[in-house]
């Protein structure tokens, strides 16, 4: 069973950085293209941003140049380093499998 | 707003037909395949139609998607309570270099 599991959510004050995993398992974690995406309070879906095999990236205008995306494929996890986190930033953050197979979630919170 | 536009609601009595459409520009819907994703509340959202009308394993005949041109549509016939939930289509969009959703679509069964 192909299966994500995002993690390290939690409370940010603005300006910020923090670090979300997604641990991975039930298919061939190198040879698959992770997003990010999330979702804030009551509001639509927004991408964040893609890792594909190789390590090539690809970022939503709103976090370009604050996020970064990341892969370890010897531990099957990808990684959402979030930096100079704004208010706005506050949404449930989802990873994906090849904008399939969706995790969890895990809630990021940035507030003073 | 959002990249791809959807009406904000649709409604549909038990056993009816409802289109849920979803409209872009040549350089999202028009140059890519379309997805649907299904969102029941509280939960994540899941995968309900790919690549424009492909449905994956486990998701019933009820469901089906389509494009032409620059829209996309998906059509749930023989709407089921179970149907309400929130859609949201999705495309990479070339100009943007970014996958881009629709605002979403809050299905309700009455």
């Known amino acids: 069973e192909v299966q994500l599991v995002a993690s390290g959510g939690g409370l940010v004050q603005p300006g910020g950085s923090l670090k979300l995993s997604c641990a991975t398992s039930?298919?061939?974690?190198?040879?698959?293209?992770v997003h990010w995406v999330r979702q804030a309070s009551g509001k639509g879906l927004e991408w964040v941003g893609r890792i594909r095999t190789k390590g090539t990236t690809a970022y939503g205008l709103s976090v370009k140049g604050r996020f970064i995306v990341s892969r370890d494929d010897s531990k099957n996890v990808a990684y959402l380093e979030m930096n100079s986190l704004k208010i706005e930033d506050t949404a449930v953050y989802y990873c994906?499998?090849?904008?399939?197979?969706w995790g969890q979630g895990t809630t990021v919170t940035v507030s003073s | 707003q959002s990249v791809l536009t959807q009406p904000p609601s649709a409604s549909g009595t038990p056993g009816q037909r409802v289109i849920i459409s979803c409209s872009g520009s040549t350089s999202n819907i028009g140059a890519r395949d379309v997805n649907w994703y299904q969102q029941s509340p509280g939960a994540a959202p899941q995968l309900l139609i790919r690549?424009?009308?492909q449905r994956p394993s486990g998701v019933p005949d009820r469901f089906s998607g389509s494009k032409s041109g620059t829209s996309a549509s998906l059509t749930v016939s023989g709407l089921q309570s179970e149907d309400e939930a929130d859609y949201y289509c999705a495309t990479w969009d070339e100009s943007l270099s970014a996958w881009v959703f629709g605002g979403g679509t809050k299905l309700t069964v009455l």
């Open positions: 039930g298919f061939t974690f190198s040879g698959s293209t």
């Open positions: 994906l499998r090849e904008m399939d197979v």
């Open positions: 690549s424009n009308n």
